[in-house]
């Protein structure tokens, strides 16, 4: 009986083709730069708007709390109807100059929208 050696040198360069694949996978991911973090609207809105005060939620609910102030909320009814800051009242923002005649000038008015 004869013994015949195999040639087993295309198995082994496939496995040795696909370690050195996934190595150069590894390091041009592990060298990519992060993506960059966005800005948030808030700041977009600050630079657009500066004019505009910013108003934080423990002032806001301060505020309202007092009575100093009316809260707004700008969205579309159906987003209001969903779920609004309990005391809010709407006028969705395509609408807002329309029905300034309903807000209380005196009064400190505070609009949100999300």
Known sequence: MSTRKKNNSIPVFILISGGLLLIVAAFML???????APTPQAAIEEAVYPEIQRVS??????????????????????AYQDSH?????????EEI??????????????????
Do not use: F, M
Request: proline content about 5%; hydrophobic content about 45%; charged content about 20%.
């Open 85 to 93: 800051i309990a005391g809010a009242i709407n006028i969705p923002s």
């Open 57 to 78: 939620i423990d002032e806001a609910k301060a505020a309202l709390d007092s009575g100093s102030a009316l809260i707004v909320d700008v969205r579309a009814a159906d």
């Open 97 to 114: 100059e329309a029905r300034l005649g309903e807000l209380d000038k005196a009064q400190w008015i505070i609009t949100y929208c999300t």
């Open 30 to 36: 592990a060298n990519q730069n992060p993506p960059a």
